[in-house]
């Protein structure tokens, strides 16, 4: 018999019930808690996604796992059109259930065990780690290929735009890694969900012709619309790339019935098709960046990287506090952070702070850091 604590023993903790007293802290602030801690979208759905999710409400059969013709033509076409990439197959793209779904259980659909190495950025979104730790892999942490030494990973995950640090890497070094992955063959699975939150310079996904060659070989990515288009609560994300391991993906999740619901490939599709409510929403976001960083600022705290993704990358210097005591610095004043120590030992000097609030709770935040 195995037991729930057998199970958790596998895992690491998770991270954000460590917040608890913090949340409670900054809740009996007199005006309210400024909950900055976790990205979850706060404004509307797009009129188009909610439109297209009531026409295909009618949906009394099972769809396919694949997913329609209809959506798979629609990933291949927002990638093609909005971020360059080219030459793309309808089969080499499935529909997921989140993003996340597929990032923490990619190492066992993919058969890695015990004995296996996965690699994954020093910073880095904690679900890496467990997806390593689920099937008993060794998960190593770093931002330098020569760190394996004579090892090679069976996976490495790249994650540009970066969550949590919002740092974009040069195409050029991209184009490293997929090179060096493909001398080894190593899978490298490239986590872009925030490739169209970007607000200094230019993001590239790793199918970019100028960084693959023109070749999905060895590489898969990962995008979401939970960000881009508000549709966290509908579950919307796909997985695209190497054609060989798609049609593996395809093959297990057929068997474990890991089916995106009908109504939701209907809604990816329109708002894949559709710019305008992302410019919209980019917009919002980045009036709330421009006033949330000057009042940082403004305050004493310095943001590194923070280029792209929905977050400030906050610290007071190597020699400052740390992540924990810049927690409950902001805490006292009703402003919940995550300590960047969830993202690994090298955010330990650091928080990140979320743009996902509504105005007026932006407005608070600046206010209270205007009192500092």
């Known amino acids: ?200 310079g230019e993001a590239y996904s790793a199918l970019h012709p100028d960084i693959c060659g023109g070749s999905a070989e060895g590489i898969l990515v990962v995008h979401s619309l939970s960000k881009r288009s508000n549709l966290a609560g509908y579950r919307c994300a796909f997985v695209a790339g190497d054609r060989d391991v798609i049609a593996e993906l395809l093959a297990v999740r057929k068997n474990l019935g890991l089916i995106m619901p009908g109504p939701q490939q209907r809604a990816m599709a329109a708002v894949l098709a559709d710019e305008a409510h992302v410019k919209e929403q980019h917009e919002r976001y980045r009036a709330r960046r421009t006033k949330l960083r000057a009042a940082l600022e403004g305050a004493g705290y310095t943001i590194e990287h923070s280029e792209a993704s929905l977050y400030l990358w906050t610290t007071k210097g190597p020699d400052g506090p740390d992540s924990w005591e810049l927690v409950a610095e902001l805490a006292a004043h009703g402003i919940l952070v995550a300590p960047g120590s969830f993202y690994g030992v090298a955010g330990s000097k650091h928080v990140r702070i979320a743009l996902t609030a509504t105005d007026e709770r932006i407005d608070a935040a600046v206010a209270r850091l205007a009192a500092l």
């Not at 190495?117 to 892999?137: H, Q, S």
């Not at 490495?156 to 070094?173: A, F, I, Y």
């Open 1 to 200: 018999m195995v037991t729930s604590g057998a199970v958790s023993g596998r895992l690491p903790d998770f991270p954000w019930d460590k917040l608890t007293q913090y949340a409670a802290q900054a809740r009996a602030h007199a005006d309210g808690i400024v909950d900055l801690s976790i990205g979850t979208p706060v404004d509307p759905t797009p009129e188009v996604a909610r439109r297209a999710l009531v026409e295909a409400a009618d949906s009394p059969g099972y769809p396919l796992t694949v997913g329609t013709p209809e959506l798979r033509q629609a990933v291949v076409d927002w990638l093609s059109g909005t971020h360059g990439v080219t030459g793309l197959g309808l089969d080499q793209v499935l529909p997921l259930i989140g993003s996340k779904e597929l990032i923490a259980q990619l190492p066992a659909y993919l058969g890695l065990g015990p004995g296996d190495l996965i690699g994954f950025p020093e910073l880095a979104y904690p679900t890496y780690e467990v997806g390593a730790a689920m099937v008993g892999a060794r998960g190593v942490a770093t931002d330098s290929l020569t760190a394996f030494g004579p090892e090679t990973p069976q996976l490495l995950w790249l994650n540009s735009p970066s969550n949590p640090s919002g740092r974009v890497l040069p195409p050029e070094h991209i184009k490293k890694v997929v090179d060096w992955c493909r001398e080894r063959g190593v899978l490298l699975v490239s986590d872009e969900c925030y490739l169209d939150c970007v607000w200094e």
